[in-house]
């Protein structure tokens, strides 16, 4: 399981750069969004922890379309599926390494971007904070979408199409609970547990559905 | 085929193609009338009942828009169930049930969302507002969108309906945490106002032509399950029979 975890590791890494085109396009979505806005400072304060968010979530999209679909050309999904450790289990490890790979980098990344959206210290805090908490969800989601979309030949669009609205609660409640942070009357913690309560109950889901998604697609 | 072997007398009879069409030929006439009868009762209902005091005219959009908008979360409800169907026991006929009632929630939905944009203009003055209700029902229609062109995407019908029934189970479990966040995030649209614990708070003059107006809705439903269903199995079938003609062909050749 650890090789295992460090193989996919070394291969988001290096191979491709898909960790690094990830941060990219999370710097370029947020880099937009001021020239359609306006750089009204103010402005982009009060929205910008919302804009980080959102481009978290569609940069962590970006690369899930790949979890599976490399070991399926390959060959070594078919591998993975014949291997005596329960399938869950290696799905869950792939998608932790998946998160280290592209999440964790955004999540580094936000900081920089929060200074650029002339967010304050409490409020990049918070979406960081947040980000770490909430991008897991994300990926497990995603893992079902990818299992689903294994099989497609072009499943790229259509994962992302999927995933999204599920995704939805995540993003209320993280960027609920980054507001939460910088206005005074709302209290953090509820909005922030209820994230946390997500991604430990898609930790959970997520892996058993795209485990049951890549064995009944291999037949 | 003698009428004895038709007969169904347990759920997995149903597995049986030709039986179930048999029964479809036999149930669709009368659900058909069932439904044109109750459409016809509920719509008289619904204009000769008054109007609202305050809305006027416009409550009757009520009687599409409410009916529509609970079949659309039972038609998502009658997938999950063919979902299971199809992942537990591998029942034939859950693939073709699954796949078919897709469209027809996405129809109901996009009627609920429609007549509530209708509705929406003279009463809040807006076509659409990001309402609790209003969004994690457009999250509902994006995601039968969604289930439909993963199943389009596919060319092995029964590998797309067991890879989409995990995607509808996984969907139905979070259609419940969409409808709660978003319900705590944001809100607008009226509270629940039949079902509720300490009785319907709703007048009995709308009451009567709404509530059979919901069982028209639920009829014409399930009617136009069945014969999508039976639409679905014939293409199959016309489907294996170009196939294996084909073969056929390139044999002679």
């Known amino acids: ?219 | 085929m003698s009428e004895n072997s038709l007969a169904i007398t347990k759920f997995s009879d149903l597995a049986n193609p030709t039986r179930f069409l048999a029964l479809v030929a036999r149930v669709l006439p009368w659900m058909a009338g069932t439904t044109a009868l109750l459409f016809a009762l509920g719509l008289y209902l619904g204009f000769a009942a008054e109007g609202d005091y305050q809305q006027g005219e416009t409550v009757r959009i009520m009687y599409v828009h409410v009916p529509a908008a609970w079949l659309s979360m039972m038609c998502y409800t009658v997938m999950a169930a063919s979902a299971i169907g199809t992942l537990v026991w591998r029942h034939p006929l859950a693939d073709v049930s699954a796949k078919t009632a897709a469209p027809l929630g996405a129809g109901f939905t996009l009627i609920a969302l429609i007549t509530g944009s209708l509705w929406g203009k003279p009463m809040w003055g807006t076509w659409w507002v990001w309402d609790a209700r209003l969004t994690s029902v457009f999250v509902l229609f994006l995601m039968y969108l969604g289930l439909i062109a993963l199943n389009r995407a596919m060319d092995d019908p029964s590998k797309a309906a067991r890879v989409s029934a995990v995607l509808i189970l996984v969907g139905f479990v979070n259609i419940p945490i969409i409808k709660f966040s978003v319900e705590w995030w944001n809100t607008l649209h009226q509270p629940a106002s039949v079902v509720r614990l300490d009785g319907p708070t709703i007048d009995p003059e709308f009451l009567r032509p709404l509530l059979v107006m919901a069982v028209a809705f639920t009829v014409l439903f399930f009617t136009l399950h069945l014969a999508a269903m039976r639409n679905e199995i014939l293409r199959r079938r016309v489907s294996a029979q170009r196939r294996l003609a084909a073969r056929m062909a390139a044999r002679e050749a």
């Open chain 1, 1 to 219: 399981m650890i090789a295992l975890f460090l193989r996919d590791l070394k291969l988001s890494i290096r191979a491709g750069g898909g960790a690094l085109i990830g941060v990219l396009f999370f710097m370029t979505i947020v880099a937009v969004i001021p020239f359609g806005v306006g750089p009204d400072l103010n402005l982009l304060a009060r929205i910008g922890p919302a804009i980080v968010w959102i481009g978290a979530l569609l940069s962590a999209l970006l690369g899930l379309d790949r979890l599976f679909q490399a070991e399926r050309e390959d060959g070594s999904l078919d591998l993975l599926l014949m291997h005596e450790t329960p399938l869950v289990l290696t799905v869950a490890v792939k998608c932790l390494a998946h998160w280290v790979g592209t999440s964790l980098p955004l999540v580094i990344a936000s900081p920089l971007l929060g200074l650029f959206m002339n967010m304050d210290e409490t409020a990049i805090a918070a979406v960081m904070l947040t980000l770490i908490v909430g991008s897991p969800a994300i990926t497990f989601i995603g893992a079902v979408g990818a299992a689903v979309a294994v099989v497609l030949p072009r499943g790229g669009l259509l994962v992302s199409i999927l995933v999204l609205p599920l995704t939805v609660p995540v993003l209320i409640f993280g960027v609920s609970a980054t507001y939460a942070a910088v206005q005074e009357p709302a209290p953090f913690m509820p909005p922030f547990l209820i994230l946390v309560a997500i991604t430990l109950f898609f930790a959970a889901l997520g892996p058993a559905a795209a485990a049951l998604a890549l064995r009944n697609s291999a037949e």
